[in-house]
């Protein structure tokens, strides 16, 4: 196993925050000494930002990991808080690659994005907790191909 795509819900509650962020950074921690080299996010917010920051830390850490952002179009955080950009461009500029799917929004452009990190991952680490959205869309169509599937939701305190 050597790649690794994130999937997981924007909206967050502060004690979901913090208990993915930690669940991520064993995970992503564990997968590494298991082989794991790439990992693929989406660039969100919510849960994509905490798995980006979890693989930087690791290879902050000396991992000899690569961060790969597949993003669905340039300005996707037009709308966003001040906070939330500025954290977005930090990660974006620590990111070993990224790539956009279209240069505007377009319908359709997210389920695009997502199912190119399922193609590209041979492990799917999500954050799962509703049975409905673009999370269950990924995990769906990753459980269909056959791809391994770790869902922290499923591993945290509620």
């Not at 798995?51 to 669905?72: E, F, Q, S, Y």
């Amino acid at each position: 196993m050597r790649t690794v795509g994130f999937t997981g819900h924007r909206s967050l509650s502060p004690e979901e925050t913090l208990q993915a962020a930690e669940a991520l950074h064993n995970t992503v921690d564990l997968l590494i000494s298991m082989g794991a080299t790439d990992f693929y996010a989406g660039g969100a917010l919510g849960f994509d930002t905490l798995a980006a920051r979890a693989v930087l830390a690791a290879k902050n850490a000396g991992a000899d990991v690569h961060l790969h952002l597949l993003l669905p179009f340039p300005g996707q955080d037009r709308r966003w808080g001040r906070g939330d950009k500025a954290m977005y461009r930090s990660i974006l500029e620590s990111a070993d690659s990224y790539e956009y799917f279209c240069e505007k929004y377009l319908p359709g452009i997210y389920h695009l994005r997502d199912r190119a990190i399922v193609e590209r991952s041979e492990t799917i680490v999500a954050f799962l907790s509703r049975k409905s959205g673009g999370t269950a869309y990924t995990v769906d169509l990753a459980d269909s191909l056959g791809k391994e599937i770790i869902n922290l939701a499923d591993k945290i305190q509620r």
